[in-house]
């Protein structure tokens, strides 16, 4: 591995997802000076995935006019177990065959340079606390809503990860026995009741049993090509299946909050992922409300429940913030 | 306050539940030396209850042929939110009017020596993480199932309380939304699906339904004077709706420690509390098979699931580790 130099002043922050890769370069400031974005073409399986990491974090350092030998340092958050030490990744149930693939091996030897590893919710809770918060809540959740839910814990001021690094799995946590099967194996997850696929797969059930809604009017019958945006564009339309599912989501939302803060007492949850991007202005209110209400007395003195303004980019920032670290 | 001198070897734990109280005299060694109950007679206030306190730690430290003078310190674990810098109970749900309680001052008054308090669920977890696993673990969640559900987390070696001190309050986590009502006011906590007492009206709903069980023989249709022992009792006579009852509750506790190890990833759950103390034999399987099912894969890699062998006293063990570290 060769060592920094005076010259090694940038970083880069990869955030590998199962549909897309985003590659952000920053400077030591955390100053994001541009990004580029590719495809994950998951299914063509690691070795290829790797490469268009590889070449995605080229495009970027070429985007700002940098080489490579500028860059100092690489963070990748990955979708899933990651063993940190090692750099790899144990399993990624949206990545198809990645089971104990070394990627911070095999990255290092394809770009020459210091590579370190992360989960992606634990990623995107750092970029969140550092760049948003200014690293100040000693205690502080992070919970990201998406296709599934994924989350990470600020905790005495560090990353927790617990005994075997799975720590933060808040998207299987059961919030009603014998509700509707998550992809996990299990019924009732958080996941299940209000990810992304189950918001979808709620209002795609009602049409199907004859509900109205105008959604059907763009895009079918059947849904298929449904997207978080067109849920909002719905809204402000004033659908009532849309507002009736999207509250009942936010409601499930606010619950889960409520146990994290009973089982945590954070000063600070921050929320965010492709849902609440979409529909911040929809759903927060009710998650709020629902979350203090379910609360129990005296844990919620003071806390902050607030969606991040980093959107897309909290995982590129928090692994450029990892890279940061790591290489100081 | 006086200093501790070489002659002040002695510990005392105290354990202050909404209906006894147990104090244990401890050496520096953690052996007890003997202990004694008193009932707690909440409804008296907070005064007549901390005078019954400083009694029963006068009775347990004469029992054992000490004086005052000899002990060090005392440890308090107190059912409720506690301030432990200031050692103020907050608030404790099972003893009225304590609302922010000066408790250490009074009792250090009373008894001339330092008092320390803490949350029993707290207390109870250091006890078992100090004195049954030699403190060795580094992320262990003691979870203690009683009239309510109690726990404390053990967090990268140490007492995990959050930002309000109020973590680790599992037994207010939502496991079915919409389900039976709770003492705190909501619907379907892990408190009202598997504590003693929702297991103890279930059964009485079912009698009150027309179902029979051994149980009426000797306490009459209204059960009014059900213990756990009789639960135990009844299993072993081969009592069907004490059976289905049982299994139900130990499955939401299996759901209960699934939720919380794809949470915290710890490498020891210890269970406890009058409920796993009375029917172990009963629930124990059922409950680690359940929270193993529940648990995503790999966070459950090399988790232990035990039930506590220090019963009744885990609080008073506790309460003399603290009593002992904060003397040191």
């Not at 609440?276 to 005296?298: F, N, P, Q, R, S």
Request: charged residues 25%.
């Amino acid at each position: 591995m060769p060592e920094a130099s005076a010259k090694q002043e940038y970083l880069v922050g990869v955030d590998l997802g199962g549909t897309k890769i985003l590659a952000g370069v920053f400077n030591q400031q955390l100053k994001c000076l541009g990004k580029v974005k590719t495809s994950t073409k998951a299914l063509r399986g690691p070795d290829s995935v790797i490469d268009r990491i590889a070449r995605c974090v080229e495009d970027a350092i070429d985007e700002c006019d940098l080489k490579l030998e500028q860059v100092r340092g690489i963070g990748v958050g990955a979708p899933g177990a990651v063993d940190t030490a090692s750099g790899k990744v144990i399993f990624a149930p949206n990545l198809p065959d990645w089971t104990d693939v070394p990627l911070k091996k095999i990255l290092e030897k394809d770009l020459k340079l210091p590579v370190f590893l992360e989960n992606d919710g634990n990623i995107c809770t750092l970029g969140v606390h550092h760049v948003e918060l200014d690293g100040k809540p000693k205690h502080m959740l992070g919970v990201f809503i998406g296709t599934g839910i994924g989350a990470g814990f600020i905790l005495e001021g560090k990353l927790y990860s617990g005994f075997n690094k799975t720590a933060a799995e808040v998207g299987h946590m059961v919030l009603e026995v014998g509700g509707p099967k998550c992809g996990c194996g299990n019924r009732g997850c958080f996941e299940a009741l209000a990810g992304r696929q189950a918001i979808y797969k709620k209002i795609q059930n009602a049409v199907k049993e004859g509900e109205k809604t105008v959604l059907t009017e763009t895009l079918g019958q059947d849904l298929a090509d449904l997207r978080s945006g067109d849920l909002r564009k719905a809204l402000r339309r004033g659908d009532k299946l849309v507002e009736r599912v999207i509250e009942e989501a936010a409601e499930y939302i606010g619950i889960g909050i409520a146990n994290l803060v009973n089982l945590l007492s954070p000063e600070v949850i921050v929320l965010g992922g492709g849902v609440i991007d979409a529909l911040e202005d929809e759903m927060m209110a009710i998650i709020v409300e629902t979350a203090h209400d379910y609360a129990l007395a005296g844990t919620d003195k003071g806390l902050e429940i607030i969606a991040s303004k980093l959107g897309d980019d909290a995982g590129i920032y928090g692994a450029a913030v990892l890279a940061k670290r790591e290489t100081k």
